[in-house]
Structure formats: structure tokens, C-alpha cells
């Protein structure tokens, strides 16, 4: 298992303030998700859960998103399937790749893509599927990057989710079955 800081080391430069906010984000995601998968006896073992929530949002970098300090030429939206490419190319385990692109909200389906014109490839699943796709999702939604170290209160979340749409509020209600208290 590679290291995460070592694939974050060679595309955030440790003077650029988006590495702050990453790793202050993933860290906020790796102990909510450390967090839940004691609490819920969970089959995963703690090294995965921290690999996959520190590489959940490698590719933000190369996104236009200033809010954040990325600076990138990319839509937002392709942050997970540009942090797949980054963890498949740097040789990183399959399940952290798929972590990445599915990480998204509560998952994006192919309708959902198509309604929207999203700029994402078609020719994968965006759904969390794994134990640890889903956890890492769940975690991720509490958890913002403007704010890295404010919870979001589980009303805010819903609230968000809400407003892309009932499917999308549904499947976060499944994963909160599966992951809240």
C-alpha cells in the first residue's frame, strides 16, 4: 500500500493553500469514517478507511474551483474521475480509484449524468457500491472544504441533498440507515 502523503506530496506543492485545505478535509473524513466504523463494528480495516478517505479528493487540484484555491481548468464535478486517473496512474490499489469517482454526493447514476449534461464519462459506475465506497461517501457529506473543521449538522446535509434532487436525498437515507447512530 503506497503511503498517501507521498501521492499528495508530488501534485499539491506543500506551499499552495489547497493542500491545506485537502489534507484538513481528509483528515475531517478519516475520523468520521474511523469514527463510525468502530461504533458500527465495521469489517474494514483502519489503514484502508485512512487511505481512502486521504485520497478521496486528490484530483480537486486540477478543478476551477477558487473557493477552495483550485485554480484548474476542470469542472468541478470530475474531481473524483480525475483523482481515479491520478490513483491509477500512480499504481494505487483499484478500490481507492473507485473510491474516488464514487465518492460524489450519495453517487451519481447514469440518468441523473444525462439530465444533467454532466461532463463525466459514461463508461463507468458512479454509485458506491463497496462497504468502503460507501462509508467514505457517507463521511464525506459532513464534511466540507471552505469550512474543513465545521460538521455539518445531519439537517444541513439532507437539506443539500434535497436540493439535487429526492433520488439523491433517498440514497443518502439509505446510507444514513446503514451508518448513523
Known amino acids: ?13 506543500a506551499d499552495a493553500a489547497v ?47 477558487e473557493g477552495i484555491a483550485c485554480y484548474g481548468s476542470e469542472p468541478y464535478i470530475r474531481h473524483g474521475v480525475l483523482g481515479a486517473n491520478i490513483l491509477r496512474r500512480e499504481g494505487v490499489d ?12 450519495a453517487g451519481l447514476t447514469h440518468e441523473e449524468i444525462a439530465e444533467r449534461s454532466l461532463p463525466l464519462p459514461t463508461d463507468r459506475s458512479y454509485m458506491p457500491e463497496t462497504l468502503l465506497e460507501k462509508l467514505i461517501c457517507y463521511a464525506d457529506c459532513f464534511w466540507s472544504k471552505p ?8 439537517e444541513r446535509v439532507r437539506a443539500g441533498m434535497a436540493r439535487h434532487g429526492s433520488a439523491i436525498l433517498s440514497r443518502f437515507e439509505d446510507l444514513h440507515r446503514l451508518f448513523g447512530s
Request: proline content about 6%.
Open 147 to 154: 469550512r474543513p473543521k465545521e460538521r455539518k449538522t445531519l
Open 1 to 13: 500500500m503506497k503511503d498517501p502523503k507521498e501521492i499528495i506530496d508530488k501534485y499539491y506543492p
Open 19 to 65: 493542500r491545506g485545505i485537502l489534507i484538513d478535509h481528509s483528515l475531517m473524513v478519516a475520523a468520521e469514517a474511523l469514527g463510525i466504523a468502530d461504533r458500527k463494528q465495521l469489517p474494514l480495516e483502519p489503514e484502508e478507511i485512512i487511505m481512502a478517505a486521504m485520497l478521496h479528493d486528490i484530483g480537486i487540484v486540477f478543478t476551477d474551483a
Open 94 to 105: 483499484e478500490k481507492y480509484a473507485r473510491v474516488a469517482e464514487r465518492h460524489t454526493g
